[in-house]
C-alpha cells in the first residue's frame, strides 16, 4: 500500500473558499480550521457539563448485542470519565453504503487520534448512524461492475410507508440474494469466500437496514475502537427529552434565525442548502415507525403537511418530556441534538453537509450553544495494481481520466483502427448500385412502365443492407481491438466512475475483495490528515 495526494479542482464553492480561509465565509462558523481552534474548542468543552456517564451507557447498550472489542470498551470508559469526541455520520446504506462513509469513520477515527496526541487529553471517536432516516431509496442499492459496465444492485423490498432505516425491517433470503449478486460482480478471489461468509453472518443477526449497517461498520472498524450510536435509538431518545423540550421552546425563533442565515448565505453566492421556512418545525413526529415532518401554524400548535398529525404546542411539549422517541431530528435540528447530547470537539462531514452547518450558526445561539469545529471529511481514491500499470502503459494521470482524456483517447483510437478501404468500396458500391437504378428508372419511364415507386424501395433496401454490412464491418474490427479498448474503459470505470468520484458510487467490499479483509484497518494506519489534499492510495 503506497500512498500519494493530487490536487483536484474543487466544483463546490463553500468547500474552496473554506480551505482558502475566506472571511466572508467563515463568519458563518465558530471556529477557522486550525490546531488553535481546537485548543480553545477543548477548553470550551471542559467548561460545559455533558452527561458523558449516562451517554456512554447508552453507547453501550446500543453496541453490546453487535460487539465490544477492547479498543471500544477504552473508549467507552474514557468517554464515561469526561472524554470528548470527534463526530461524524452517515445513513445506514447497503454493504455500509458509498466509499465515503467508510472515509468519515476513518476521517473521525484519525482526527481523533491526532488530537489526542496534540492536546494531551484522549479524544474518542464517535460515529452517529442516522437511522432515522426515511428516504430508503438513497440507502437500498450499491454499484459493482459486471461485463465492463456499471451495475445498479438494488434490494427493491420495502414499506409503502416512510418508515425509518431503524423500524424497517429487512427481507433476509432477499437481501441475501441481493449481496450473492454483488460478489459475483466482483469475481472470485482468495478472499471472496471469506468475506461473502463475513457479510450474510451479520446478516443473519440483522433485523433492519441500521442493525445490518452497524454490525458491518463494527467489523471493519473493531481494532480502531469506532464509538457508534443509532440516532433512533430509544435509550438515545430518552436522554433527548429535556433537549426537545428546549427545541419546541424556542422553536419559532430557531426557525426564524435558519432562514435568515441561509438567505445570507445566498447572497454571499454559496445558495439555499436546506430551503428553510418560517413555519418547518424541523422536527418529525414518529407514529409506527413512519416519520412525518411538522410545520407550525399561526394558532401555534404543530401538523405535518397531510393534517393526518396535529399537535397543539403543550401536547408537543408532553410528548417530548413523556415520548421522547415519538420525536425525531431534521436536517436542523440533528447538529443542535448532538451538540447537547455529546461533547463534539469537531464535527466530521462532506461538502453538502458543510453547506447546511453553514446555515445554523444563529440557531446554535438561539439555545445557548457553540457550534463545533467543522472538519471536512478525507477525499481518497483507491487504486489497484492493475489500473496503476495501465495508466503507466498509456501515460495518463488520475487527473487525465477525470478530464475524460482516457475517452477520447479510446474515441481516436476506434477512429484509427476502423478498415477505412472496407469503408471505401462500401461507398463506392452504393453509389454504383445507385447509379444502376437510376439508370434502369429512366428505361422503365420510356418503357411507359410506371415502377418508381418499386425502384425507390429496392434502393432503400440496399441502402438499408449497406449499412447493416458496414455496422457488422465496424462490430468485427471492435472485436479484434476488445482488449484495448476495455483497457481504456476500465481505467474509466475504476477511477471516475459515471462522471463521479470513485467514492461516491462503489462500496469497499469491492476493493477487499481484491486486497483483503485487513484493507480498512491497513487505511487507517497510514499517515492521512484532513487536510485540502485528494489521497491516492495504490493498493
Known sequence: MRLEHIEIPVNNKLLAD????????????EYKYNDEAFKTRYNYL???????????????QFMEP???????????????????????????????????????????????KEQSEKLGEKIVPIFWIAGEDHDLDE??????????????????????????ASTTNIQKEKLKSLIGTIFKDYGETEYTQTLYKSCINQLEQSQTFTDFFARLMNELFKTEGLLMIDAAFEPFRKLESDFFVKIIELNEEIAKVVVEKEQLLDREGFGSPIDASEENANLFYVQEGERFLLQRNEEQSYQDASGFITLTREELLEVAKNNPEKLS?????????????????????????LAYWATLKDAFKVLDLQMPILAPRLNITLLERKIEQLLATYQLSILDIMSGKAQSLKAQYIDNVQDSEAKQQLEELNHAVKEQYKKLDAHLKTQQLELQ???????????????????????????????TIRQFD??????YPNESLQERVYNPF??????????????????????????????
Not at 142 to 149: A, C, H, L, P, Q
Request: charged share 20%.
Open 18 to 29: 473554506y480551505w482558502s480561509g475566506s472571511e466572508e465565509l467563515l463568519s458563518f462558523f
Open 46 to 60: 471542559k467548561s460545559k457539563h455533558y452527561y458523558n456517564k449516562e451517554l456512554s451507557s447508552i453507547i453501550r
Open 66 to 112: 453487535i460487539g465490544i472489542s477492547d479498543k471500544v470498551e477504552d473508549n467507552l470508559t474514557a468517554l464515561a470519565n469526561g472524554s470528548v469526541a470527534i463526530v461524524g455520520g452517515q445513513q445506514a446504506g447497503i454493504l455500509t453504503g458509498p466509499l465515503y462513509s467508510v472515509h468519515k469513520a476513518i476521517s473521525v477515527i484519525l482526527l481523533a
Open 139 to 164: 440507502i437500498n442499492h450499491t454499484f459493482t461492475v459486471d461485463s465492463g459496465t456499471i451495475k445498479k444492485r438494488v434490494y427493491s423490498e420495502r414499506s409503502k410507508l416512510k418508515t425509518m
Open 329 to 353: 431530528n431534521n436536517v436542523v435540528t440533528r447538529p443542535l441534538m448532538q451538540e447537547m447530547t455529546i461533547p463534539v470537539l469537531a464535527f466530521v462531514g462532506g461538502p453538502g453537509e
Open 453 to 483: 415507386s418499386l425502384v425507390e424501395n429496392n434502393i432503400k433496401y440496399h441502402e438499408k443492407q449497406f449499412k447493416y454490412l458496414s455496422k457488422k464491418i465496424e462490430q468485427q474490427v471492435l472485436i479484434k481491438h476488445d482488449k
Open 490 to 495: 476500465m481505467m474509466q470505470l475504476e477511477i
Open 510 to 539: 469491492q476493493y477487499m475483495n481484491h486486497y483483503g479483509p485487513t484493507l480498512i484497518e491497513d487505511l487507517c494506519s497510514l499517515p492521512l490528515e484532513i487536510a485540502n489534499k485528494h489521497y491516492v492510495i495504490l493498493l
